[in-house]
């Protein structure tokens, strides 16, 4: 699967579950059921990786001075 790291997110979660689709049929040839696995692999890692970057840009918030500091998510104190 040429330019894979060019998909966005939706674009490889699409590619994904179309060759789920294929795969869950049952009907594809063993070199080809191989293939698919093997493009469908890449696809999950972009996906995972790209999700582990958007995680970490949201764990984190610009503050007044537009430094990045860690986001606390706190509940209120009761007193």
């Known amino acids: 699967m ?36 093997q493009d469908g692999m890449l696809l999950s890692k972009l996906c995972g990786d790209k999700l582990s970057h958007i995680q970490e840009k949201m764990v984190k918030i610009m503050n007044e001075q537009g430094e990045l500091v860690p986001f606390d998510l706190q509940e209120d104190e009761k007193e």
């Open 2 to 37: 040429d330019n894979i790291k060019e998909l966005s997110f939706e674009e490889a979660m699409e590619k994904l579950e179309e060759i789920i689709e294929k795969l869950e049929e049952g009907d594809v040839p063993l070199e080809k059921a191989i293939s698919y696995y």
